[in-house]
């Protein structure tokens, strides 16, 4: 009897479970039938823009954590498909940090011309599953939001794929009740033009508060504090900005740091980062950990070690995204096909372990590059995911972080080459900080 | 052996189930043992202020869709609890019109002084509710947020008291997506300070728009323009606002509405509703209804008839409130206690039916105060809530219609007596347009 996957999540990592059996199909194996449930409209994931913040017209938590005018903060050769270049789908070569919608076009595209999108029920919110030992089966209760009825089938396997960047962690401050303007998490951040002329408050010093507070000077705002708890993130700021140690508490729209210092602010933004939040699972099935690159629990970063049926994809802190979520979805694949047998749970948990050992020793940011770089050299080696330069996009990492030093606000004009074409990205005929305009039709003219 | 009840939310809704069943114990009744879920982690449901919106700490919904600076909207004389007059928790006469943090108090203290607290479970959101037919018993599922761990319980009847001002409704217009401000749901709204200055578009023309727009007013906004599907709110605004017919697009910060007309704005309020949402209930047991004064399905407009061991409180649209949820929690109570047979399933049906065929005829605002009126005389008649004077309420309501005509801005001047002591309430010293602070201590010596 055909085995049945539950693909929970149309985003990158969900499509790339979707790409990775229909590139077995297509050489001609036997497939399992997949049904890929997403709670949008479309697919995409995170990559789908919306004005809603909060809950979405089906009262479903909204998925989106992106904004107006977000530019990719890493070089697009860092995260290309191996199967599928940057010059396939543009038919020539594009500049290395595209915006969001150059992005999603690109992701959608892939899906698009494999002609996958019959396999995802979109509009379908997951809203438990349970695992039964007796039948070995899952069962997957969903709700169809446009009816509003709850649907349950049963599955051999279930992938969840549902990210981590959409669950707010947003920490109380004292005061907040009291303050006279808006305070929102980053989560709910939407256009920059809102703050034109505010004197700004970021709570955080990671990429949500580097990018957020840049975008918001570039669309008008007239200044930008951002508050780090333990490190400054100490880029060379524009003038308007500074970096003050943690909040202490708000009084009026006074913002009080631990150093003792103040200032006076408009609006706070908490870019307090996410959680990993799976409400649909049971307590026995429910991955429990913070924003790192080597999760516990999980063998090669996939299975869930307790009942490798459950497979996560996606789950890490990322250097690597697309390319590392499709040698994930490889891997998976190749286990439910039986290609690759999982080894019994010890050994399992012995491979986690010593990857854990490794990561206890990373500390700096080359360190992180250095560790993911070689999980993914690790997939692929599992896999027969289509090779690309590893050591290349190892390299971009470290020329990226080295161009952020140099100039925050002028890094997104470098060029890199593809780590599977080859092909260098033309230097954009704008500046990205002179560039107001993110759609795609700008971009591809520019 | 005793049966158990679980109480959904730990509002004024649930509060006064939990009152309900105290006061039958005082009176020396065996009551069932009772376990009321609340995710917030205080009791008082809507009327708990946060400065959070979309989701909270846990990754739940934000139940509040309260604001700063909310007044009542009515009198409070309109809702007052018949067996906890405002007198008896001030310890003399207040105002008619409170803000929110009095009324807060109020609600808090009837149940500080009954010591009800101990039956609440706090941090505690409700996953799923299943109901068998072999055992008769509801199972239901919860999530304990602080350990983020899944709990079930069995019980013999579920009072479902979760509100229905909590989801809301936001429905899309064309161009929402490019509009370069900030645009949320009145379920988000906080505090007006963030939009003094600014020219305001609220769609809807109900009672958040109204409120909204007048406080927005209050605390500085420039301009404030109402959109309406089918009528104008029609009061005497003052200069600053407009009605306009139902928004068609946004062009940039331009609304067009469907008469042709245009308007910039810098912000966009959907004022336009919220969803009856029982994601936790199986579609067997879920109310479907809009919000109207007599739901569908419900017998007294509390016993869910397909299994009346469902129990809805407060899901009427509401000119009353906490005196019509104390009277249905009295019914549900005397009911579940044996003391009130039900009816066959179809007499129940007819009853509905016969209330339905009354509220068809029902067409004006006098209409729907004598129609909800009717309701509670009829749920007072059949249980012991203690009485108050019904018809002075009801004049009330329609001498409160009238204030609002003459003054849409100075209506909650006014003072009305108490339906359960006779006591009027003193006029303040300050009127609400220039009562800047809401806090309860200024309400106090006000």
């Known amino acids: 009897m055909t085995q049945r996957i539950a693909v929970l999540g149309a985003g990158p990592s969900g499509l790339a479970q979707l790409r990775a059996f229909d590139a077995a199909r297509r050489a001609g194996a036997d497939v399992p039938e997949i049904v890929c449930f997403e709670k949008q409209s479309d697919l995409g994931g ?6 809603r913040t909060g809950l979405d017209q089906h009262g479903e938590p909204v998925h989106a954590s992106m904004y107006r005018y977000l530019w990719s903060n890493g070089p697009k050769e860092c995260l290309e498909f191996a199967d599928y270049s940057f010059e396939e789908h543009f038919g020539r070569p594009i500049a290395s940090y595209p915006p969001r919608p150059v992005l999603r076009d690109y992701i959608m595209g892939r899906i698009e011309r494999s002609d996958l999108r019959h396999q995802i029920r979109f509009n ?3 809203h438990s599953v349970e ?14 939001l ?45 256009d920059a033009c809102e703050f034109a002329g505010k004197d700004l408050l970021l709570v ?16 008008g705002a007239k200044s930008v504090t951002f508050s780090y ?19 202490t508490r708000v009084e009026g729209n006074t913002a009080h740091f631990v150093d003792g210092s103040q200032q006076d602010v408009d609006a706070i933004i908490l870019c307090t980062g996410y959680q990993h939040h799976f409400p649909f699972l049971p307590d026995e099935l429910t991955l429990r950990t913070r924003n790192r690159l080597y999760p516990q629990d999980l063998y090669k970063g996939v299975f869930w070690i307790d009942n490798p049926k459950l497979v996560y994809l996606g789950m890490q802190d990322q250097y690597y995204t697309f390319n590392m979520f499709d040698a994930q979805a490889f891997l998976a694949r190749d286990v439910v096909l039986g290609r690759l047998p999982l080894p019994i749970p010890e050994a399992m948990a012995d491979d986690v372990d010593a990857w854990l050992t490794m990561y206890a020793a ?52 470098k060029s890199f080459a593809s780590p599977c074409t080859g092909t260098v990205g033309p230097v954009p005929s704008s500046t990205w900080w002179e560039e107001l305009d993110d759609s795609l039709a700008r971009f591809l003219q520019r």
């Open 46 to 51: 995170m990559w789908n823009y919306t004005w």
């Open 131 to 144: 695992y039964s030992r007796e039948t070995g089966k899952f069962t997957v209760t969903v709700r169809e």
């Open 362 to 413: 990373v500390d700096t940011v080359m360190e992180q590059i250095d560790f993911q770089t070689a999980y993914v050299r690790d997939l692929m080696a599992l896999t027969d995911y289509q090779s690309f330069d590893l050591d290349l996009v190892r390299q971009h990492f470290v020329t990226w972080e080295h161009d952020k030093d140099e100039s925050i606000t002028g890094y997104r004009d």
């Open 229 to 247: 708890r333990s490190a400054p993130m100490g880029y060379d700021w524009p003038e308007a900005f500074s970096e003050r140690p943690l909040l």
């Open 124 to 126: 379908t919110a997951v």
């Open 204 to 219: 955080g010093s990671s990429y949500s508060a580097e990018d957020i507070g840049t975008q918001c000077y570039k669309y």
């Open 146 to 190: 446009k009816d509003d009825r709850m649907v349950s089938e049963e599955f051999d396997w279930v992938v969840v794929a549902t990210g981590h960047f959409s669950t707010p962690n947003a920490p109380a401050f004292e005061g907040l009740s009291q303050f006279p303007g808006r305070v929102l998490h980053a989560h709910d951040f939407r």
